[in-house]
């Protein structure tokens, strides 16, 4: 009974990282209808611009919020520069793009900061919190930031001018265009945003899984299978979603004989997997009907 | 000349322009075969050795491309039935001894199966909730390959060394000249199959259900037992090509296939152009060739030399080589 | 499968004579009057390219070597290619050095599957294929694989060293092991458990592997300490190791705590995992450990340093994966110094396979390589050591991994 409630506290902690990535893929989703499989590498370029302004010896939060804009300024940027030109290429071309982008990060930042280690700090220090050191300071600290996050999404969706304008731009290009919303710039601007999020995401992890030009190679997996499991039409589903996915991994990993410890990811996402084949659009997704 | 006259030139001529495209096609084809049958002799074998590997790639993207260009179901996870063919033949020589060429028909057949099984589940799955599943496949694969309980056949972690097989009835070959034409005489049994499908009542019904699932519901399709077939045909062609491969390179191991391959195989499909089956040699030549290319550019940045030239690629034409030539011979036929 | 391969072994080892033979005369493929051309494969790019330091660092010192009138009077001529740590990848590259490019020999290929891949090969084409970057232990084989030749001491003998160390020191040991999901991995255990003989079974009371793709192994050090183990085994490459430092401090997991060589470097394991939770750390070396204060104004390092400062300042000073290079490219220079009247490719591997006592600038003092006909190991010796907070201290004698069960 221990070690289960040990599991599920660790799965939290875990699953905080993966809630993190799930908003951002949420965000992205949001904007374009499509995930982005760079959007990890993004993250992790994010986050070693975080860590090189604090090499400068730039104040920490300072750090984190020059990080955040300069994301979102480059996320809109990358998206103006590199989208644009073949908006109208079919989704799998965008596809290969995002894959493009995803080896130009990870190779970039391999090129520019090596591919050892680092330690990124923590505002919120390691000491063991509860539940005997099973969650620390740090990842506390994440879940509450996490949170804050999906509640400045969530109020950002639902209730700003932007947020609807861009949710009817991803949702429907031809009408939002009529009703005068410049879907171009909305999608720009869901990148922008989905790349602050990431940024986010990727400051948060980088102190529990240290900071290397791969640290977001599964991580973005678990986001993925976080988001879609909760529904990616909703991101307080996702951040569900990224917790469930932890502890479901875990327990499996701790309780499954055989082969669950060697096939603790595999399992996990078997069950994502049997949970959508019986409810498409995830736990927490609205349903979409399709027009003939 | 009345309108009648008018309109009846424009058909003939319409149908000319056709039958003088049908005929720069064939004339194009022949030459490719003709290139690829004479190659061999002229490069070395080493080369010999990376065209082959070219051709079991674009075997591989033909199956995937069935799948996705022709279906309108998405997989990021087609390396598990490349490595599934891999390790189907790779166990059967080592373990059971049995000659390569039967090692092929064997793939095919339990990739085929496992590729039925998996489509079903996929079934109800689109868009970005496929590509999970599929995904999530691919980065499932290695893990599988290593399960300690399958040691005893897989190798596990170690892998599996094989034999490459000679010329046989003495011919004139080396073993890597041998290999090529034999790989080059599957593929193209594989294209002559993968075209007649296409083209057939099966195909017919195939494309509709990628086109519009609903109307072809309504037409009697039964979309379930098409899209679930549909996967298996693929599936099969890819295992046969991870079956080749596996003969080729004489070595299995979980970390040949981990999702990287998946990847390269869609970047193929979408490069070579998504709905065009002679795209799939474009697709495996950029599988190949293009990260050599990349490595020669620079070796700190090959990774984002690759990712330049894709998107390049994309920028030049964002509908693959499939769509180029298209677009080419449009022009041309319409002057 | 074993049988075959030394049928094939057997088979390429009489082919080989008969190719010195002939040899004698001619020079061999790759060597010219001027020139000695060498081919290396490693990845530079994708999951593993952290290793690719190795590749540069190895790169660099052929240029210090050059610049030094290079060996037997001939300039080498290093091509490297990338294989990105996929095996078909690295047999087409390898294939490429061989055939195309024409080297002479291939040297310090890097990781287990990969290596095994190309294992045949290189035997049937009798090219050598020096200095493996891999522990594995089935590199060093001269009977069925005659053209192989690893460097690093092997993981089973490693393993073997902890286990003589938990027997002789720790009473009542429970071990729990923490491995990576691969040949790495369950080498380390494979030689524990030889090491440890029949009371394996009952003293490794849990082993838990991870996977490269894991985010964290918190889950697993959690499983570790449930299990009541007193001894903790990591067997985790540099992420991982510091991972399993920082969580097993964070849950005050009291247990006497073995770091694999691999990742026992000061500068990118200890320090992110934080030496306040490093304390106490046991692990075996070969090499110095340039972070280590203790190896200030030491006479081999300091040419280390000087190399690195002319020939790669590009290069990180703190990882291990600098110090290997140099080590490893070291010996290349000495056995190619010492086939200098017999440059083909069998006398190289005579050459390796006749080292005695050579020590390298970055090995522990009294860490001495030696090779024989019957023996394809170069380093086989180890030293014990514990990380006091600040730096790792060595005790004990040097030990022989071959022998540490005796």
């Not at chain 2, 690759?306 to 693959?320: A, D, F, S």
């Not at chain 3, 069925?144 to 089973?156: A, L, V």
């Not at chain 3, 067997?235 to 705590?257: N, R």
């Amino acid at each position: 009974m221990e070690t289960f409630i040990q599991q599920v506290l660790a799965g939290i902690a875990t699953g905080g990282i993966y809630a993190c990535m799930a908003l951002a893929v949420v965000m992205i989703y949001q904007a374009i209808h499509h995930l982005n499989f760079a959007q990890g590498e993004m993250a992790m370029f994010s986050t070693f611009i975080a860590w090189q302004l604090l090499q400068w010896g730039i104040p920490y939060w300072l750090a984190f919020g020059l990080t955040i804009v300069i994301s979102l300024i480059g996320g809109y940027v990358l998206e103006r520069s590199v989208f644009k030109p073949i908006h109208n290429a079919p989704v799998l071309s965008h596809i290969v793009i995002f894959i493009a982008l995803f080896a130009i990060f990870n190779s970039l930042a391999g090129f520019i900061w090596d591919f050892t280690i680092k330690p990124f700090p923590s505002p919120f220090g390691n000491a063991p919190l509860f539940g005997g050191g099973l969650i620390g300071g740090h990842q506390a600290g994440m879940i509450i930031i996490t949170l804050v996050v999906l509640l400045i999404l969530f109020a950002f969706f639902r209730y700003t001018r932007v947020g609807l304008a861009m949710r009817a731009a991803a949702a429907n290009p031809e009408s939002a265009k009529l009703v005068g919303i410049r879907v171009g710039v909305m999608t720009g601007l869901g990148w922008g945003m989905a790349s602050a999020v990431g940024a986010v995401a990727g400051i948060l992890i980088a102190p529990v899984v240290f900071l290397e030009p791969n640290m977001m190679l599964s991580i973005l997996l678990y986001g993925f299978a976080g988001a879609v499991l909760g529904g990616l039409s909703s991101p307080g589903g996702a951040v569900l979603g990224g917790f469930t996915v932890g502890v479901v991994e875990n327990l499996a990993g701790t309780y499954i004989p055989v082969v669950g410890a060697e096939l603790k990811l595999p399992i996990a996402l078997f069950l994502i997997v049997a949970v959508l084949v019986f409810k498409p659009t995830g736990l927490f997704g609205q349903r979409v009907v399709q027009r003939v | 000349m009345t309108v009648q006259q008018e309109e009846v030139s424009a058909v003939e001529a319409r149908q000319e322009q056709q039958a003088r495209s049908v005929s720069a096609a064939t004339i194009s084809s022949l030459v490719v075969l003709a290139a690829l049958v004479l190659c061999p002799f002229f490069i070395s074998g080493f080369q010999t050795f990376q065209l082959n590997l070219m051709l079991i790639y674009a075997i591989a993207i033909m199956g995937l491309n069935l799948l996705t260009g022709f279906n309108g179901q998405f997989s990021l996870g087609h390396g598990a039935f490349y490595a599934i063919g891999a390790y189907t033949a790779a166990i059967l020589i080592d373990t059971f001894g049995v000659s390569y060429v039967w090692t092929l028909p064997a793939a095919g057949v339990i990739c085929f199966v496992s590729g039925f099984l998996f489509g079903l589940p996929a079934l109800r799955l689109e868009g970005v909730y496929l590509a999970l599943a599929t995904f999530a496949l691919a980065v499932a694969t290695p893990q599988m390959l290593k399960l300690s309980i399958l040691e005893h056949w897989t190798g596990g972690v170690q892998g599996i060394v094989i034999r490459k097989p000679k010329a046989p009835f003495d011919l004139p070959l080396s073993q890597d000249q041998w290999l090529y034409f034999f790989t080059l005489f599957v593929g193209l049994l594989l294209y002559w199959a993968a075209r007649n499908m296409v083209k057939s009542r099966s195909g017919r019904a195939i494309m509709a259900i990628r086109d519009n699932p609903l109307a072809a519901r309504s037409m009697g399709v039964n979309v379930a037992l098409y899209k679930s077939l549909t996967f298996g045909v693929s599936a099969l062609f890819t295992g046969i090509a991870g079956a080749l491969g596996a003969i080729v390179i004489q070595f299995v191991a979980p970390d040949s296939f981990t999702f990287v391959l998946s990847v390269a195989l869609l970047v193929g499909l979408v490069v070579g152009g998504v709905g065009w089956l002679p795209g799939a040699i474009v697709g495996g030549a950029f599988i190949v060739f293009v990260p050599n290319i990349a490595e020669e550019i620079s070796k700190g940045l090959s990774g984002a030399m690759y990712g330049l030239m894709l998107i390049l690629l994309i920028y030049v034409m964002p509908t693959g080589a499939g769509g180029l030539i298209r677009t080419v011979t449009d022009r041309l036929t319409r002057r | 499968m074993k049988d075959r391969f030394k049928r094939v072994g057997g088979l390429s080892a009489v082919v080989g004579f008969s190719v010195i033979a002939f040899a004698a005369a001619a020079q061999d493929t790759g060597v010219t009057d001027t020139t000695i051309k060498i081919g290396l494969v490693q990845p530079f790019s994708g999951p593993a390219s952290a290793y690719s330091q190795i590749a540069y660092t190895n790169e660099a010192y052929i240029n210090m070597i050059n610049d030094n009138g290079g060996v037997c009077g001939r300039q080498i001529e290093l091509i490297t290619y990338d294989d990105g740590y996929s095996p078909p990848k690295t047999v087409e590259q390898t294939r490429k050095l061989v055939e195309s490019d024409q080297v002479f020999l291939i040297f310090n290929g890097l990781g287990t599957p990969t290596n095994s891949a190309i294992h045949d090969y290189m035997n049937i084409k009798e090219v050598p294929q020096l200095f493996v970057a891999t522990g594995a232990s089935k590199f060093g084989d001269p009977e069925n694989f005659p053209w192989t030749m690893g460097w690093q001491p092997n993981y089973i003998a490693e393993g073997k060293i902890y286990a003589r160390y938990i027997l002789d020191n720790i009473d009542d040991a429970k071990i729990g092991i923490l491995y990576q999901n691969d040949d790495y991995g369950k080498d380390y255990i494979n030689g524990l458990r030889a090491g440890l003989g029949d009371k394996a079974d009952d003293m490794i009371v849990m082993e838990q592997p991870y996977e490269v793709a894991d985010p964290t192994v918190d889950s697993q050090i959690i499983n570790l300490k449930a299990s009541g183990a007193n001894v903790f085994l990591n067997v985790a490459t540099p992420k991982f190791a510091a991972q399993a430092i920082k969580k097993a401090a964070e849950i005050g997991w009291e247990a006497t705590h073995i770091v694999n060589s691999v990742s026992n470097s000061v500068g990118s394991v200890l320090k992110p995992a934080g030496f306040e939770n490093a304390v106490g750390i046991i692990s075996a070396n070969y090499g110095k450990d340039p972070q280590d204060p203790q190896w200030e104004g030491d006479p081999g390092l300091q040419k280390w340093s000087d190399f690195m400062d002319k020939y790669y300042p590009d290069g990180d000073k703190t990882s291990s994966f600098t110090v290997f290079g140099y080590g490893v490219t070291q010996t290349l220079e000495h056995v190619l110094k010492s086939s200098c009247d017999d440059l083909t490719r069998a006398g190289v591997m005579k050459a390796a396979a006749s080292i005695t006592d050579f020590e390298t600038d970055t090995a522990l003092p009294g860490i001495k390589i030696n090779t024989s006909a019957t023996d394809f190991y170069p380093i086989e010796q180890m030293q014990l050591m514990r990380f006091n907070g600040e730096r790792w201290e060595l005790f004990g004698d040097v030990i022989d991994g071959s022998n540490a069960t005796n």
